[in-house]
């Protein structure tokens, strides 16, 4: 077994990951590290970049182990495809301790605070007296009810003599008639007045509840289209690659490698080219739906299409034209 130098602790955990599979794949295959660099390509130095996490690998770098120590690719390339948004993440700054990041007020002690003069100065309450009302004493003045005036005493009633008896009688009766009238008309008053308020108005029936409409069902983290919707999408910005995608079909067209990739998330599949020249292209078709990419000229030894909506990886094919004019399709 090989002496490998620690890794650092603080490198990128799917970085990390990447890197230990490269390792197992090393130790498992009984190869040493001049042979691995003898076998798939590169030189000494390069790989020992790789196995310790001090350099980005390659596409066609993985695509070249594989072959040599007869890993499965489909997840290698799963592995290295988070590893290597890893490497192109910008790093991140450390966060600022409390109190000490930029707009931070410095903590003051609540005991040197001092109050203002003004504050100081005001007479305080005195004890017992409630929080609120040494805020703000405020009393409801009551005026004082007025005694009620005392009642005269009636005076006593003499017993008439004969002669004011007949006096007094028409006086007392029409006394009785102005008080009977009176009553009268006071009911019939109060009788108009309640008769003509409005009745109180109905209240307003209560508002109806509507019920929303389920939401649809959520696709996996990350997923971000389906079917038709990937139709002519970016898999990589879909979503759909990595954990999300197999290869279901591979050929090889001189040194290069074309394969089909298939993601159940996404209803989709692509084609990808690897170890390939600028000018190389690679085609994807599902029944009438092509996509095609060109491997551009900016070093860049791999490519991928855009994707064919396609439930199942079977009926898919991928081809390749090389710049050298050699050809070839999966399925052939």
Not at 241 to 257: F, K, Q
């Amino acid at each position: 077994m090989s002496a490998w130098r620690s890794l650092p602790d603080e490198l990128d955990p799917d970085v990390r990951t990447f890197t230990e599979r490269l390792r197992l794949l090393v130790e498992r295959s009984g190869l040493g590290v001049d042979a691995v660099a003898d076998r798939a390509g590169g030189g000494r130095a390069d790989w020992d970049a790789y196995l310790n996490a001090q350099r980005p690998v390659p596409r066609a770098a993985v695509v070249a182990l594989a072959d040599a120590t007869g890993a499965d690719l489909g997840s290698l390339t799963a592995h290295w495809e988070h590893a290597d948004r890893a490497w192109k993440r910008p790093p991140q700054p450390p966060e600022p301790e409390p109190g000490t990041g930029a707009g931070a007020e410095p903590v003051r002690d609540p005991v040197a605070v001092r109050a203002p003069e003004d504050v100081r100065d005001r007479p305080r309450a005195p004890e017992g007296v409630p929080a609120a009302e040494r805020t703000l004493r405020i009393r409801k003045v009551v005026p004082p009810t007025p005694a009620p005036a005392p009642s005269p005493t009636p005076a006593p009633i003499s017993a008439p003599s004969p002669g004011r008896r007949r006096r007094g009688s028409p006086l007392l009766y029409a006394a009785g008639v102005l008080g009977a009238g009176l009553v009268v008309t006071a009911a019939v008053l109060l009788a108009d007045l309640g008769g003509s308020a409005a009745p109180p108005a109905a209240a307003p029936p209560p508002p109806s509840t509507t019920t929303a409409p389920p939401p649809p069902s959520a696709l996996p983290d990350g997923v971000r289209c389906t079917g038709a919707d990937c139709d002519g999408r970016d898999p990589e910005r879909m979503g759909c690659g990595g954990p999300h995608a197999t290869t279901v079909a591979r050929v090889r067209v001189g040194t290069a490698l074309v394969e089909v990739r298939h993601s159940s998330a996404c209803a989709a599949a692509w084609a990808r080219i690897t170890g390939a020249a600028a000018g190389d292209e690679v085609t994807v078709q599902a029944g009438t739906a092509v996509q095609v990419e060109r491997v551009p000229g900016n070093g860049d030894t791999d490519a991928y299409t855009a994707m064919v909506p396609v439930p199942s990886g079977s009926g898919v094919r991928a081809c390749a034209t090389r710049s050298d004019g050699a050809e070839g399709c999966t399925g052939e």
